[in-house]
């Protein structure tokens, strides 16, 4: 079982910029890929950013260009740098761990972009 926590939601105005951790309970060096989601009240859970054990990137064409998805193995670790924030990037994010046939999910972190 591995248990991911959720970090760094926090309010912040459009423009700015924000840091989101994922701590694993345990070594992330054997799992392939990581990933961060979100989800807006009322609307569907999307993929944000993934990242594989060999440091290969995805990103949902609504951030690309502005999130930077990384993962610090030795730290068991993954981030997510938000910039130049909009609206529309409000929602719970949550950190999710791909290990064989089984995902895991963090409990998610609250992020509202707001004037």
């Known amino acids: 079982q591995v248990q991911l926590v959720e970090s760094g939601g926090d309010l912040v105005q459009p423009g700015g910029s924000l840091g989101l951790s994922c701590a694993a309970s345990?070594?992330?060096?054997?799992?392939?890929?990581m990933a961060w989601y979100r989800q807006a009240p009322g609307k569907q859970r999307e993929l944000v950013a993934q990242?594989?054990?060999?440091?290969?990137?995805n990103y949902a064409d609504s951030v690309k260009g502005r999130f930077t998805i990384s993962r610090d193995n030795a730290k068991n670790t993954v981030y997510l740098q938000m910039n130049s924030l909009k609206p529309e990037d409000t929602g719970l994010y949550y950190c999710?761990?791909?290990?064989?046939?089984?995902?895991?999910w963090g409990q998610g972190t609250q992020v509202t972009v707001s004037s």
């Open positions: 345990t070594t992330i060096f054997s799992i392939f890929i």
């Open positions: 999710n761990a791909a290990l064989g046939d089984k995902t895991y």
């Open positions: 990242i594989t054990n060999s440091r290969r990137t």
